[in-house]
């Protein structure tokens, strides 16, 4: 059992265990009838863990099994079976620690039901970024439709050498955020590009961020986000005298929101209109991610939490084409082929066990004292 | 990329860039109705406007038919009829029951009334357009039904309740038949138009994928064998058929896209025509040029 498993069963028991805060919580909505505001909190609280302290009690019954086999494995009779019945019961403790429990600990997301936005940026390396970005691009959308969320490319700025330059991908469906955010970061890729004659090895980079994206509100609802005074719409090419004069698709946007300085430019569709809508789309969610970065910095520092967030400059993954190997850093490990995670289930898996950890290193933060 | 090679020499980078992705985009949507990519590329090289080769440019929420020589909507046109959508005031009294009538003169491929149409509250609206030209009539019915917008001349026959286009054949210049031809259908809160104000001096300078493509009879605002007009003279017409006093309703609005340049010249104009003409504003694009004239009557 790794460290941190056994810090989080430490947590699990002073919060579930019989000696518990919860467990006290539980006596005294039993000792008084009246429903008084705190009992209210209490019995709501106690609806909510449920769920953990059913799989808590679990655990500790089948930990008492286990206690009970070990000591039929002295018993010349027995030993064979209860040999047999203790691995099986190891096995499925391992479950319950590693898979069941984490996923209980997952704190309702107030962001669980926006869809996601993805911006990619070629950074290092060249055209050889460019492609890799246009793979990274497929990757996205394959991986979006298998989940049944709705893709659509909103930007797609090729470069000359058949590569993508940036992109903007907006990605419609719930939780599409939640489970998309651990893709912001640098992404590393390292193989010998076509282009490249001697063989020689490259490494290039995409910058990934993962911005949230919530509906529009009706239009005669006011936006939160921003003012609409606010905003400055600049059209982005000159047009001589317009009009009848001239019937050339000049259809590029740039709206920049003044108090914040963020800028947004789109030229993708050849609908003004259109190229406006989207612009307001990625600018909604630019100072949405803001507000969400702000709500938690402040959250955390009144915590004194020690759960660290996601650097945006910081080197997330490293796909290695020579060695057919994907590692994610934060992870810390390497066990994906380029395969699964290009063209498999295996960037999934990487987001699943990156939220797992998350949800246990938040619980022991709040739980367990230093 | 021989292609986009191709395309940058003709219409350069930003442009290809672009162009390319719009007519890769409009095989992957439609391969049977659109030519190849090779094709696509020969003839913007050659250039005809890429609206015309890919038959369809979008306005506001529409996707608009667009064929030779009907002119091609424009994005200032597609901005201030949304504008106009928006700030153009329900009847007054009981909310919506009354059917709001408009009126689009130069209609070409009906992109303006259809706007109004999509914009407006079902059954609110019923536009009638006008135009001299066959083929622009042909493909005003054309984006009528590509648009799901009724061709009556009755909103109200309908369930559930729509917006509904009448199109008219007539010659804005001879106001007279024009004015007989509306009288049926009249008056109208709405009147607006994107009439031709190209000077003869300016067409001659024009790009050649307007001058080559697009049909004079949209585009030119002097008159063969009359002296010039500072490209006007479909405003002055315009104007006499306001002066008649039968066609705009007391109160109801008026919208000119005007040229560069033109727009005080043809305020002046229709001001003198609607006697009493509560307020005249100049709406400018987003490039910044003053481009519509918007004059509310007077309320009698």
Not at chain 1, 192 to 215: F, I, K, N, Q
Not at chain 1, 270 to 276: D, E, F, L, T, W
Not at chain 2, 112 to 132: E, K, M
Not at chain 2, 186 to 201: E, S, W
Request: glycine share 6%; charged share 25%; hydrophobic share 45%.
């Amino acid at each position: 059992m790794s460290e941190k498993h056994a810090r989080l069963l430490y947590a699990l028991g002073t919060t579930l265990g019989e000696n518990g805060v919860f467990a006290a919580n539980k006596l005294a909505q039993e000792d008084t009838n009246d429903l008084s505001h705190t009992n209210v909190a209490a019995a709501k609280q106690m609806k909510a863990m449920k769920p953990l302290q059913d799989a808590w009690d679990h655990y500790t019954l089948t930990l008492a099994t286990l206690r009970d086999t070990f000591a039929l494995l002295d018993d010349q009779d027995m030993a064979e079976l209860a040999d047999a019945e203790a691995q099986h019961i190891v096995a499925d403790l391992n479950h319950q620690l590693v898979h069941v429990i984490p996923t209980l600990l997952r704190p309702t997301s107030e962001t669980a039901d926006l869809s996601a936005l993805i911006e990619l940026k070629s950074g290092v390396g060249g055209s050889e970024s460019s492609h890799f970005l246009a793979e990274m691009l497929r990757m996205y959308v394959r991986v979006a439709r298998a989940e049944g969320w709705s893709p659509t490319i909103l930007a797609n700025n090729e470069s000359d050498n058949g590569g993508v330059k940036d992109a903007i991908l907006e990605i419609k469906g719930e939780g599409a955020y939640d489970a998309l955010k651990w893709e912001s970061g640098v992404h590393r890729v390292q193989r010998v590009p076509a282009t490249e004659a001697s063989g020689r090895l490259h490494t290039s980079t995409v910058a990934a961020v993962v911005l949230p994206l919530s509906d529009e509100p009706p239009s005669d609802v006011k936006d939160e986000l921003f003012n609409l005074e606010d905003v400055k719409i600049e059209v982005m090419r000159a047009r001589g005298a317009g009009g009848q004069h001239v019937n050339k698709t000049e259809s590029a946007v740039r709206i920049t929101h003044i108090p914040t300085g963020i800028s947004v430019s789109m030229q993708d569709e050849r609908s003004q209109h259109q190229n406006r809508r989207r612009a307001f789309q990625v600018l909604r969610a630019r100072l949405m991610d803001r507000k969400i970065i702000l709500d938690q910095a402040q959250r955390r520092a009144a915590r004194k939490s020690l759960v660290r967030t996601a650097d945006r400059s910081e080197k997330i993954r490293t796909y290695n084409y020579p060695q057919d190997r994907v590692t994610d850093h934060r992870l810390g490990k390497g066990n994906m082929s380029w395969n699964d995670v290009l063209e498999g289930d295996g960037l999934m898996i990487f987001i699943r066990e990156l939220q797992g950890k998350h949800d246990v290193d938040s619980f022991i933060d709040k739980f367990v004292p230093e | 990329m021989r292609l986009l090679r191709a395309l940058q020499q003709a219409i350069g980078a930003p442009s290809a860039h672009n162009e390319l992705r719009w007519m890769k985009r409009a095989i992957a949507a439609s391969p049977a109705t659109v030519p190849d990519l090779d094709t696509m590329v020969a003839r913007r090289v050659a250039g005809e406007p890429l609206q015309y080769i890919l038959g369809a440019q979008p306005f506001g929420p529409l996707m608009l038919q667009v064929r030779p020589p009907v002119l091609i909507p424009r994005p200032e046109t597609e901005d201030w009829a949304l504008r106009l959508a928006s700030a153009f005031p329900p009847p007054p009294g009981v909310t919506g029951m009354r059917v709001q009538r408009a009126l689009d003169l130069c209609t070409g491929s009906a992109c303006i009334p259809l706007l109004l149409c999509a914009q407006r509250p079902p059954g609110t609206l019923h536009a009638v357009a006008v135009d001299s030209s066959d083929a622009a009539l042909a493909l005003a019915r054309d984006n009528a039904r590509a648009c799901a917008v009724p061709c009556a001349t009755d909103a109200r026959r309908h369930t559930p309740p729509t917006n509904t286009l009448a199109l008219l054949r007539a010659d804005v210049l001879d106001t007279a038949a024009l004015a007989a031809a509306l009288r049926p259908h009249g008056p109208f809160d709405l009147l607006t138009a994107n009439p031709p104000y190209i000077t003869r001096a300016e067409y001659a300078e024009l790009p050649p994928s307007v001058r080559d493509w697009e049909d004079p009879a949209a585009l030119l605002g002097d008159l063969p064998a009359a002296p010039p007009s500072g490209g006007l003279a479909f405003y002055h017409a315009i104007a006499a058929l306001l002066a008649r006093g039968d066609v705009l309703r007391a109160g109801g609005w008026l919208a000119l896209e005007v040229g560069a340049g033109q727009a005080r010249a043809v305020a002046a104009v229709v001001g003198a025509a609607l006697a009493g003409a509560s307020e005249t504003q100049i709406w400018c694009d987003p490039w910044g040029k003053e481009r519509v004239v918007v004059a509310h009557g007077a309320r009698r």
